[in-house]
């Protein structure tokens, strides 16, 4: 991914409203990104752990959305990432949904789908970080063809959340 500035990654999300980008910052390591190590930019907020972002280059430009993460996360049981395909246990993987841009937003409706729960699916798949008690699902893809994948995976959640037609919400 190539390095992003604080004022692109701002302007990014198209599921935010005024205030909630008023309130937008980036994360605390923002200056220290290793951007070629990342396929997408993730975060959970610290003073808000059931808010995360994630912010993408696609073939439709810079997207970010925020996303909401469950209060009451599963416990005891194994959740596998849709992007990344990283097995975890317990709240290692969970169900994230981002409000739909635009009208269909404003009506409340959403998409969802099982992401990494510290949002660092690139770190997975580079061996970067390990999943404690989980880890990748046996495959014969080499490791550029599942970074290869994770983009299609990211790409394809953020143009279900995208509604080309529609400014940003009010």
């Known amino acids: 991914m190539r390095a992003l500035t604080e004022a692109e990654v701002r302007d990014s999300f198209v599921n935010a409203t005024e205030a909630e980008l008023e309130r937008l910052g980036p994360p605390w390591w923002f200056g220290a990104t290793l951007w070629e190590s990342l396929d997408y930019l993730g975060w959970v907020d610290p003073a808000l752990p059931e808010r995360g972002y994630l912010v993408s280059e696609t073939s439709f430009g810079v997207v970010g959305v925020i996303l909401r993460l469950p209060k009451n996360r599963p416990h005891g049981r194994r959740a596998l990432c849709s992007l990344c395909w ?6 290692g993987a969970l169900l994230m949904v981002a409000r739909r841009a635009g009208k269909a937003g404003l009506n409340h409706n959403t998409v969802g789908t099982s992401i990494c729960a510290d949002l660092a699916c690139s770190l997975y798949l580079r061996g970067l970080r390990r999943s404690v008690g989980g880890g990748r699902m046996p495959e014969t893809l080499d490791q550029d063809a599942r970074i290869h994948r ?7 959640f953020l143009a279900r959340v995208v509604d080309s037609d529609a400014p940003r919400l009010a």
């Open 86 to 91: 990283t097995q975890h246990p317990g709240q």
């Open 150 to 156: 994770l983009g299609e995976n990211v790409e394809d």
